[in-house]
C-alpha cells in the first residue's frame, strides 16, 4: 500500500505502458562532450534516473542540426555517429526499469556556436540578431526532425519527445513575439502553428504509427506581446490531433525566467500546475504537469483534482533521485529538497558551466563538476 494511490498507479501513454505517473522531465545539464557526444558521465546521470523509479525518462533537448545547439555541451542528434552513445543511454535508463525518452530540439535564436543563429524572425536576442529562415529552408528542419526521431527510435528509446518549450524554434514560431513573418507561416494563428505541424506530420511519418511522440509545450511566455494561455489553448487541439501521446505544459522562456517576478513565482510549490489544468482542459491526450511539484502529497492531489494526468520532476529528481521510491513508502520526511532559493543549477547553466546540484554530497558536486 501507498499513501498516493494515483501517483502509482500505472498508465497508458499512446500504447507504451508506465509503471506509475512519475516522470523525469527533461533538464539541461552540459554533461556531454563538446562534439555532442554522450560520456561517462551523462551515462552515469541517466543510469541513476532509470534506477529512480520513476515511470518515465525524458533525456535532455539533442540538437537535431548542428546550427541548432542551444550550448556547446549539447547532446547531438543530427548524424548518425551518435546513434551508439544514444543507444547507451536508452539501455541504461531501461536497465532500471523506467521507459526511455529523447527530446529532440533546434533552439532556433537561442542556438549557440560560430554561425548567426536561424530562427523565425530576426528578433534580437542579447546582443544576437538572428537570421530570418527562409521559405526554402524550412523543410529542411522539419527533414531534420525527422531524421533525429528515427536516430532515438534506432538507438532503442520507447518515444520520443518534441522541445516546443523554453522559448525554443517550434515555440518561437508560435509565438508573435518571435514570429514577425508576414507569409503563410506568420501572422495568424493558423499560419504560427503551420510549421510546428509539419513537424509532427513529419516525425509521425518517419518512425509509423506505434511509436509515441510527445510535446514539451509553453503555455505562455510570461512576457508582454508574447504567447499567451489563451492562444496555448485554442493551439493545443490541434497540435493533440496531430498524433500527439501526450502534452508536457511549462512556462516561461529565458527572457522571462530570470525577471524578479518570476524568480519569485519559481518558488512555489505547484507553480505551473495551473497552466496544465487548462491545457489538459482542452485535449483529450494525457497532460503532464511540471513546476517544483515536491510533495508527493501535491502531486497526488493534482492528479486527484484532474489538473494532470503525470507529474514531471525536473530539479526535483536531481536533488533527490530517490524521491519515487522514498514517496512510495511513505518516507516523506526523508526526502531531500531542492532549496526554492538556491537556483545553483540555473547559475551554472548561464555560465556555461555542467550543473550540480547544492544538495548533493561534496564528492558528487567534484565528480560532476569536471567535464571529460
Same mark, same amino acid.
Given at each position: ?26 533538464? *539541461? ?34 540538437? @537535431? ?17 551518435? @546513434? ?27 542556438? &549557440? ?23 526554402? *529552408? ?8 525527422? =531524421?533525429?526521431?528515427? %536516430? ?15 522559448? *525554443? ?24 502553428? %503551420?510549421?510546428?505541424?509539419?513537424? @509532427? =506530420? ?35 487541439? %490541434? ?14 522562456? *529565458? ?38 511539484? &515536491? ?78
Amino acid at each position: 500500500m501507498t499513501d498516493y494511490p494515483l501517483l502509482f498507479s500505472p498508465l497508458d501513454l499512446g500504447g507504451l505502458h508506465l509503471d506509475n505517473r512519475i516522470t523525469m522531465a527533461p533538464l *539541461y545539464l552540459g554533461y556531454a562532450r563538446a562534439d555532442g557526444l554522450v560520456n561517462r558521465r551523462v551515462r552515469e546521470h541517466y543510469l541513476a534516473m532509470g534506477s529512480s523509479g520513476a515511470g518515465m525518462i525524458m533525456v535532455e533537448s539533442a540538437s @537535431i542540426h548542428p546550427r541548432g545547439a542551444g550550448s556547446p555541451s549539447t547532446l547531438r542528434a543530427d548524424a548518425d555517429r551518435y @546513434i551508439g552513445g544514444l543507444s547507451d543511454l536508452a539501455q541504461a535508463i531501461q536497465q532500471g526499469g523506467a521507459k526511455a525518452g529523447l527530446q529532440i530540439n533546434h533552439a532556433g535564436r537561442f542556438a &549557440q556556436g560560430d554561425e548567426v543563429p536561424l530562427a523565425p524572425s530576426a528578433v534580437r536576442t542579447g546582443k544576437v540578431v538572428p537570421l530570418a529562415m527562409g521559405r526554402d *529552408y524550412l523543410p529542411k528542419v522539419v527533414e531534420c526532425f525527422a =531524421a533525429a526521431a528515427m %536516430r532515438a527510435q534506432e538507438a532503442g528509446f520507447d518515444l520520443v519527445e518534441l522541445h516546443g518549450g523554453t522559448g *525554443y524554434l517550434l515555440a518561437q514560431f508560435l509565438s508573435p513575439h518571435t514570429n514577425r513573418r508576414e507569409d503563410q507561416y506568420g501572422g495568424s494563428l493558423e499560419n504560427r502553428l %503551420r510549421f510546428p505541424l509539419e513537424v @509532427i =506530420a513529419a516525425v509521425r511519418d518517419a518512425v509509423g504509427p506505434e511509436f509515441p511522440i510527445g510535446y514539451r509545450y509553453l503555455a505562455d511566455e510570461w512576457l508582454p506581446g508574447g504567447w499567451r494561455l489563451a492562444e496555448a489553448v485554442q493551439a493545443a487541439p %490541434r497540435l493533440a490531433q496531430a498524433g500527439l501521446a501526450y502534452l508536457s505544459v511549462m512556462g516561461g522562456t *529565458y527572457e522571462s525566467f530570470f525577471l524578479p517576478e518570476r524568480l519569485e513565482q519559481a518558488k512555489q510549490p505547484g507553480y505551473m500546475l495551473s497552466l496544465a489544468e487548462a491545457v489538459k482542459k482542452a485535449v483529450d491526450i494525457p497532460v503532464i504537469a511540471a513546476g517544483r511539484i &515536491q510533495d508527493p502529497a501535491l502531486a497526488e492531489q493534482a492528479l486527484k483534482d484532474g489538473q494532470c494526468d503525470l507529474i514531471g520532476l525536473a530539479r526535483v529528481l536531481l536533488a533527490d533521485p530517490l524521491w519515487p521510491g522514498k514517496a512510495r513508502q511513505g518516507r516523506v520526511d526523508d526526502i531531500v529538497p531542492c532549496e526554492p532559493a538556491c537556483n545553483l543549477c540555473f547559475q551554472l547553466v548561464g555560465k556555461g558551466k555542467p550543473v550540480i546540484c547544492s544538495q548533493w554530497p561534496a564528492d558528487k558536486r567534484e565528480h560532476f563538476a569536471t567535464r571529460d
